[in-house]
């Protein structure tokens, strides 16, 4: 678990410094994700060494959740006045953010098809 540990925090300080170097263009949390599937992927890390933290994160994520609410809370009058806005545009993404994830199944089951044939 320790080396779990390490690896994820590794690629989570990697990603903050890239976020620096950047300016904040991206924020470092995603980019230490993309390195950590990148080093998943390439297996440079191997999957059973994260596989126990990430199972823990998994269980308990409804912990990391509670500091955005208690923003969205701090932050009601402002979200009264553009709660309309704020609909739609959590609406458009999230219909975007299905389509998305299912055509990119979709592809992901083709080439899986694709592969077994041959």
Request: glycine share 8%.
């Amino acid at each position: 678990m320790i080396k779990g540990i390490f690896f994820v925090l590794l690629f989570y300080f990697l990603g903050q410094l890239i976020s620096y170097l950047i300016d904040g263009f991206v924020p470092g949390s995603i980019i230490g994700m993309l390195l950590l599937f990148a080093a998943l992927h390439f297996k440079a890390v191997k999957p059973d060494s994260v596989s126990d933290v990430a199972n823990a994160f998994t269980k308990n994520m409804a912990v990391f959740f509670i500091p955005a609410g208690v923003g969205l809370m701090g932050s009601f009058g402002l979200l009264s006045k553009f709660w309309y806005s704020i609909l739609i545009v959590c609406s458009v993404s999230t219909a975007l953010v299905i389509v998305v994830v299912a055509l990119i199944q979709q592809h992901m089951e083709n080439h899986r098809e694709k592969r077994r044939k041959k």
